[in-house]
C-alpha cells in the first residue's frame, strides 16, 4: 500500500511533468504563429536535448534498479524529510530547466518583439516602446524594460544577435546624403532617427528613418514638388550593413539606396508594403 509520502511525490512528479508538457505546447502554438519575416530568438536543441537526455537517465536508473517495477522497495521515500530532498535537488532543477528551455521563446518583428514567456505575461512591444536594455553577467541574461513590461533573454539562446543588432540601431542619430536623385541639385537634408528596422519578403534588411523636418524638393520622374519626411535605406552592396555605424570608423562609405514613403507604413504589418514608398535616390549615411 502507498505511503503518504509516496503519493506526496507522484503528485509533485506529475504536476512538474504536466506544467513542463503545457509550457511546450503553448511554445509550439506561439512558433505556428510566426511570419517568413520573423526572427526566432529560443534555446537551442542540444540544450533542449540536454534535459532529455537526464530525464531518460533517471528513468532508465528507476526501471532498471526496481528490476521493470518489481521491486519498489528502493524508491520508497521513508520520511518527508526524503521527500524534501527529491523534490529539491532533482525534481525542481529538471522541471524549471525544462519549462524554460522548451517553453520560452521571442520573436523580432519588423513592428517590435513578441514575448513568449512560461513564466511572466505574454506581450508585443515596440521599437519605439523599448525604454532601455542592460546586460546582466552574473545572471547570464539581458533585460529588455519596456513600456508594457520586462523581457528577459539568456545568454543561451540563439538568434539573440539579430535583435541586439536592431536595438543598436533603433533610435540612432544619422545623416543622409543625397548623391544622386536624378535632379540637376539634389536636396539637403536635416539630420534623422531610425525609427525601425523592416525585413522585405527578400529576406533583406531595411531601416525606417525619420528625419528631424520634412523636406521640399522636385521628384525628377514628374517634376512636380513632393516631401521627404520619412525614408526607407537599405545598403547597395551585399554583405554591407547599417550595423557599421554602430561599430569604430573604417573611413569607407556606407551607401545605400533610398526610398520616399509616400504613405504610411503599417507599423502593426508582418512584412512592410515596400509600395508605399518610392526609390529615387543612391546616397551615403553617416552617424551624426
Not at 530568438?41 to 533517471?58: C, D, P, Q, T
Not at 530532498?85 to 518583428?109: D, K, R
Not at 533610435?171 to 543625397?178: D, Q, T, V, W, Y
Request: charged fraction near 20%; proline fraction near 5%; glycine fraction near 8%.
Amino acid at each position: 500500500m502507498a505511503t503518504t509520502e509516496t503519493l506526496v511525490t507522484i503528485i509533485v512528479l506529475f504536476i512538474a511533468f504536466a506544467h513542463a508538457v503545457a509550457s511546450t505546447l503553448r511554445r509550439i502554438r506561439f512558433h505556428s504563429e510566426a511570419s517568413e519575416a520573423d526572427d526566432i530568438i529560443a534555446y537551442g536543441w542540444s540544450l533542449k536535448g540536454f534535459v532529455v537526455a537526464v530525464a531518460l537517465a533517471w528513468v532508465v536508473l528507476f526501471l532498471v534498479t526496481s528490476r521493470g517495477l518489481q521491486n519498489l522497495s528502493g524508491w520508497i521515500p521513508s520520511s518527508f524529510a526524503i521527500v524534501g530532498i527529491i523534490v529539491f535537488a532533482l525534481v525542481l532543477p529538471l522541471w524549471a530547466t525544462s519549462v524554460e528551455f522548451f517553453g520560452a521563446e521571442y520573436h523580432l518583428t519588423p513592428g517590435g518583439i513578441r514575448k513568449h514567456s512560461p513564466w511572466t505575461r505574454n506581450f508585443f512591444v515596440q521599437w519605439d516602446e523599448i525604454r532601455s536594455v542592460k546586460h546582466v553577467p552574473t545572471g547570464q541574461y539581458t533585460v529588455i524594460r519596456t513600456e508594457k513590461g520586462k523581457i528577459r533573454i539568456h545568454d543561451w539562446t540563439f538568434g539573440k544577435g539579430e535583435l541586439f543588432e536592431a536595438l543598436r540601431m533603433t533610435g540612432l542619430r544619422i545623416r543622409i546624403i543625397i548623391d544622386e536623385d536624378g535632379t540637376e541639385r539634389p536636396p539637403s537634408l536635416p539630420l534623422g532617427t531610425v525609427v525601425r528596422r523592416l525585413i522585405g519578403t527578400d529576406r533583406g534588411i531595411y531601416h525606417l528613418v525619420r528625419l528631424d523636418s520634412p523636406v521640399q524638393c522636385k521628384r525628377a520622374t514628374t517634376g512636380k514638388d513632393w516631401t521627404l519626411r520619412e525614408l526607407v535605406v537599405s545598403p547597395r552592396f551585399k554583405g554591407d550593413s547599417l550595423q557599421r555605424l554602430t561599430e569604430p570608423p573604417t573611413g569607407d562609405p556606407l551607401l545605400v539606396g533610398i526610398a520616399n514613403v509616400v504613405q504610411p507604413l503599417d507599423e502593426h504589418s508582418e512584412v512592410p508594403d515596400f509600395s508605399r514608398g518610392v526609390y529615387f535616390a543612391l546616397g551615403r549615411i553617416e552617424r551624426a
